[in-house]
């Protein structure tokens, strides 16, 4: 009976989606005069297909509910949903989606209501980013598509709003935190919402020059210009791929000292192995992302080859920068531990 009812409900399912006309993203994506999507026409229940980009963003909000990405290699849109349809979200999945297009502060969103569904098909194949000069440029070929932006100074954007901070969680209050830095185009914004990930909410902010991967989105408010408020919206700290230290916090003029490290990604120890020309004590830090010292110590080193290993075993899983300085040389180095 339990295999009869779920085969009944996936019919049903079925139906209502064959009912509508199915239209691509690229199709749904277009505006009219007024810059509302899908040609003005949102009381039209639509289907259409494409690849589940996550995090559930609306796990925290509505219990049940779903907000992600949904991109079919073309276009994205963003999808709305209160309830699952007995759909288990999962990054990656190829869905159908029935719905209406409706405009939400100035981002084309997919909204599902009674009767609507979200359908499993299979599995699907993720994007990689595509790199892009700034975020306002092309605002709208940008909302949900997968983006970088590459050497951001996370240690020159202004932190935090009224609304919030990086940092600052409250289970009952949405938060959020917004960086407005040049570099970013038109006071445009990395966007970090409590609801999308509450680790990296929770997190301190990444100091250093950093590649950024996200999603194109955009808000602008009750009054805001439709063409303005674009964001980047990152997934999670795997999203910020640390380039090096801001110019300031370390002299990046200094020489570089060309040594390999090894291994990478490590667990219990990271090796440097390098050629020196002559006998000093140099100093080394390992630095985690918000940019805390996890450990300093001085360095012997001599005339000709040298290994210098630096004991991991007590770090966490993530992302840290290792940093060694003698009298004429540097190295800055990103390493990963993993456990």
């Given at each position: 009976?339990?295999?009869?009812?779920?085969?009944?409900?996936?019919?049903?399912?079925?139906?209502?989606?064959?009912?509508?006309?199915?239209?691509?993203?690229?199709?749904?994506?277009?505006?009219?005069?007024?810059?509302?999507?899908?040609?003005?026409?949102?009381?039209?229940?639509?289907?259409?297909?494409?690849?589940?980009?996550?995090?559930?963003?609306?796990?925290?909000?509505?219990?049940?509910?779903?907000?992600?990405?949904?991109?079919?290699?073309?276009?994205?849109?963003?999808?709305?949903?209160?309830?699952?349809?007995?759909?288990?979200?999962?990054?990656?999945?190829?869905?159908?989606?029935?719905?209406?297009?409706?405009?939400?502060?100035?981002?084309?969103?997919?909204?599902?209501?009674?009767?609507?569904?979200?359908?499993?098909?299979?599995?699907?194949?993720?994007d990689a980013p595509v790199v892009v000069p700034d975020l306002g440029s092309n605002g709208e070929g940008q909302e949900?598509?997968?983006?970088?932006?590459?050497?951001?100074?996370?240690?020159?954007?202004?932190?935090?709003?009224?609304?919030?901070?990086?940092?600052?969680?409250?289970?009952?209050?949405?938060?959020?935190?917004?960086?407005?830095?040049?570099?970013?185009?038109?006071?445009?914004?990395?966007?970090?919402?409590?609801?999308?990930?509450?680790?990296?909410?929770?997190?301190?902010?990444?100091?250093?020059?950093?590649?950024?991967?996200?999603?194109?989105?955009?808000?602008?408010?009750?009054?805001?210009?439709?063409?303005?408020?674009?964001?980047?919206?990152?997934?999670?700290?795997?999203?910020?791929?640390?380039?090096?230290?801001?110019?300031?916090?370390?002299?990046?003029?200094?020489?570089?000292?060309?040594?390999?490290?090894?291994?990478?990604?490590?667990?219990?120890?990271?090796?440097?192995?390098?050629?020196?020309?002559?006998?000093?004590?140099?100093?080394?830090?390992?630095?985690?992302?918000?940019?805390?010292?996890?450990?300093?110590?001085?360095?012997?080193?001599?005339?000709?080859?040298?290994?210098?290993?630096?004991?991991?075993?007590?770090?966490?899983?993530?992302?840290?920068?290792?940093?060694?300085?003698?009298?004429?040389?540097?190295?800055?180095?990103?390493?990963?531990?993993?456990?």
């Amino acid at each position: 009976m339990k295999k009869l009812g779920t085969l009944v409900l996936l019919m049903a399912a079925l139906g209502a989606a064959s009912a509508q006309t199915p239209k691509t993203i690229s199709q749904l994506r277009v505006n009219d005069a007024n810059g509302i999507p899908n040609n003005g026409d949102t009381l039209t229940r639509v289907s259409t297909t494409g690849v589940v980009y996550g995090p559930n963003t609306n796990k925290y909000r509505t219990t049940g509910g779903m907000t992600f990405v949904l991109n079919d290699h073309q276009a994205g849109v963003k999808v709305y949903s209160t309830r699952s349809f007995g759909y288990t979200f999962h990054e990656g999945d190829s869905i159908l989606v029935v719905g209406t297009m409706q405009d939400f502060k100035g981002e084309a969103e997919l909204s599902t209501h009674a009767g609507d569904t979200i359908i499993l098909l299979g599995q699907g194949t993720l994007d990689a980013p595509v790199v892009v000069p700034d975020l306002g440029s092309n605002g709208e070929g940008q909302e949900s598509q997968l983006i970088e932006l590459d050497n951001i100074d996370m240690a020159t954007v202004a932190e935090g709003t009224a609304n919030g901070d990086w940092g600052i969680y409250n289970t009952n209050t949405y938060f959020t935190a917004w960086f407005n830095p040049a570099t970013l185009h038109d006071n445009n914004a990395i966007y970090i919402d409590s609801f999308c990930n509450q680790a990296m909410f929770l997190s301190p902010k990444p100091r250093g020059i950093y590649n950024i991967v996200g999603f194109g989105a955009q808000h602008i408010g009750s009054t805001g210009n439709l063409a303005s408020g674009y964001q980047i919206v990152p997934r999670s700290l795997d999203d910020f791929h640390f380039v090096s230290q801001s110019v300031g916090i370390h002299d990046l003029s200094s020489a570089s000292l060309d040594a390999a490290v090894y291994p990478n990604p490590a667990s219990t120890k990271v090796n440097v192995q390098f050629l020196f020309d002559k006998n000093e004590t140099a100093s080394a830090t390992i630095t985690d992302i918000s940019g805390r010292t996890v450990l300093a110590q001085e360095v012997e080193v001599v005339n000709g080859e040298n290994v210098v290993t630096f004991n991991t075993a007590s770090l966490a899983t993530g992302m840290y920068t290792l940093t060694m300085n003698t009298s004429s040389k540097s190295l800055i180095s990103k390493i990963t531990i993993t456990k």
